[in-house]
């Protein structure tokens, strides 16, 4: 994608040593803290380095200046650093573990972060947050814990559900698997959003008869509610494209 018009300024940590965070920002040459560098003048930016999902769940964490949300841990500086930069090349840019996207309502914070940039309509909010969440729990529950939706819609089905989730969630493996939600706002009146997972792959197929499906069917209502859908990378990426 293009390059973002203003990169990142400066590093805020919230639940991240002190120690690493300025480490971090002398190496890639960045201020510190949400008035670090030009991080507070017109178009400054600053990239939160969170240590887990409480250190996320500040709404005001998700407002200017702050247009990227990483989270730190278990990755090491390098690795750090590479999603800092990743967080330059685009408007907004949230890398968090599966088990944090999980745990905070992602796709509403990331439309408060754009609304915050370009004001929405509350139809746009409304669309453009029940499209997120659609995409964004595929990325989590489909694509890096790898459950699979329910079949039928029975009590049973529910539960067998319910109980691989959890059972997913609960192993560090697939909980740590990274979920990626990049954003750029176009000046032609385009919001375009990728959401990326670590999962195997999905090739989508045609439904026949048979057995409803009472979960897995997102990319349907995706297709339905936004411009354009692209599924990427052997569907671990989704590209959305909303007019505004």
């Known amino acids: 994608m293009a390059e973002a018009p203003h ?22 040459k960045v201020g510190v803290g949400a008035s670090g560098g030009n991080a507070t003048e017109d178009g400054g930016r600053v990239a939160v380095l969170l240590g887990d999902a409480e250190a996320a769940a500040d709404p005001a964490l998700w407002a200017r200046p702050f247009a990227a949300w990483i ?10 650093a590479a999603q800092v930069a ?17 745990q905070l309502h992602l796709a509403g914070r990331i439309v408060h972060a754009v609304d915050c940039r370009r004001p929405l309509s509350d139809a746009q909010r409304d669309d453009i947050e029940l499209v997120l969440h659609e995409a964004i729990s595929n990325a989590v529950v489909h694509g890096n814990l790898q459950v699979e939706g329910m079949k039928g819609l029975s009590v049973d089905a529910l539960d067998r559900f319910s109980s691989a989730l959890a059972a997913r969630m609960a192993d560090p493996a697939y909980a740590a698997r ?9 000046p032609e009146g385009e919001l375009l ?6 999962g195997s792959g999905f090739v989508p197929h045609s439904r026949g008869g048979g057995t409803p499906d009472a979960s897995g069917r997102g990319l349907d209502l995706i297709a339905a509610i936004a411009e354009q859908v692209e599924l990427l990378d052997e569907g671990r990426r989704i590209r959305i494209r909303f007019a505004l």
């Open 86 to 102: 990743r967080a330059g090349r685009a408007d907004l840019h949230a890398c968090l573990t599966t088990a944090t996207a999980n």
């Open 71 to 80: 989270e730190a841990a278990p990755l090491d500086d390098d690795a750090v």
């Open 193 to 198: 959003v990728e959401v990326a997972d670590e």
């Open 178 to 186: 990274r979920v990626e939600v990049s954003c750029w706002l176009r």
């Open 7 to 28: 990169p990142v300024a400066a590093l805020h940590g919230l639940g991240v040593p002190p120690e690493r965070v300025r480490r971090l920002a002398a190496a890639l």
